[in-house]
């Protein structure tokens, strides 16, 4: 009994350290985002005039509205296709175990180790060349490219561990391939699907390196792409800049919040398949 306390105490203490780590990056953020702008807070001392209007003066000044209205864009063009394509290879590897599909899922694999940083100066021309330099399309398609890796990979795992015999069942009652994948294999891989999607959506928004070198048009960027209106000739406005970051955070924070049930659904049954 003992012993089962001191362990129970050492978790508690290493969940409470863990989430202080987390925490503190956010509240330093929010401390020095209320400091006044064109300032160089130092710590995390709380300052003498909050100035609340910095959120809005960071929403004005990186005109965030149309940077909402472009990032939503781009997430539908990005998330849904990404789903579609990664759930229905996952379903031929995973499942179908389709010839060569060890192969091809090794190339998919090998695809999780391509930084953006290494491809981005080839990907600049090829997307030049196509005409698409300075459109959403420029981030678009790049993104469901190299998202893909990540989505076959995901799917695949829920997917291989789906007892053969359910579609057995299902062949004999005359369901073909399209008719086992949706009406059966879809809705029982929701959770795996919906978590695919908070972490695509969450990667997309968050995207910054192909919007800026992309992307010309601080419009069409993403909604991190907002950062660099922040970056003058001579300085960065601190204050302002963790303003920008924080609203930037804001509409992540409440979509993992709303689907996290969804998320922790899919790991819990890929540790108790697995």
């Not at 300052?47 to 209205?69: C, S």
């Not at 059966?184 to 908070?198: C, F, K, N, T, Y």
Request: charged share 10%.
């Amino acid at each position: 009994m003992i012993t089962a306390g001191r362990e129970a105490w050492t978790g508690r203490l290493l969940l409470i350290l863990m989430m202080a780590v987390t925490l503190l990056p956010f509240l330093s953020l929010f401390v020095t985002a209320l400091h006044p702008s064109g300032t160089y807070p130092a710590g995390l001392a709380w300052p003498d005039d909050p100035q609340w209007d910095n959120f809005l003066r960071a929403f004005e000044a990186a005109n965030m509205g149309e940077l909402l209205k472009s990032s939503v864009l781009i997430v539908l063009g990005v998330v849904p296709v990404s789903i579609l394509l990664g759930t229905m290879a996952g379903f031929a590897i995973g499942h179908l175990r389709v010839i060569g599909g060890r192969v091809i899922f090794l190339l998919f694999v090998l695809g999780l180790t391509l930084p953006f940083e290494g491809i981005i100066t080839p990907l600049y021309y090829q997307i030049r060349d196509m005409g698409l330099l300075n459109t959403r399309w420029a981030i678009i398609l790049p993104l469901i490219g190299l998202f893909m890796p990540f989505s076959v990979f995901w799917m695949r795992a829920h997917f291989v561990n789906m007892p053969g015999e359910l579609s057995e069942s299902a062949r004999m009652d005359g369901a073909n391939v399209w008719q086992l994948f949706r009406r059966i294999h879809v809705p029982l891989a929701m959770p795996a699907i919906s978590s695919l999607g908070i972490l695509l959506f969450l990667w997309t928004w968050n995207q910054f390196l192909l919007a800026i070198v992309l992307v010309d048009d601080p419009a069409k960027r993403t909604m991190s792409g907002a950062l660099g209106a922040f970056q003058g000739q001579w300085g960065t406005d601190i204050p302002l800049l963790c303003a920008g970051s924080l609203l930037i955070l804001t509409p992540t924070l409440v979509i993992f919040l709303i689907f996290q049930r969804h998320f922790v659904k899919a790991l819990l049954q890929g540790s108790l398949k697995g």
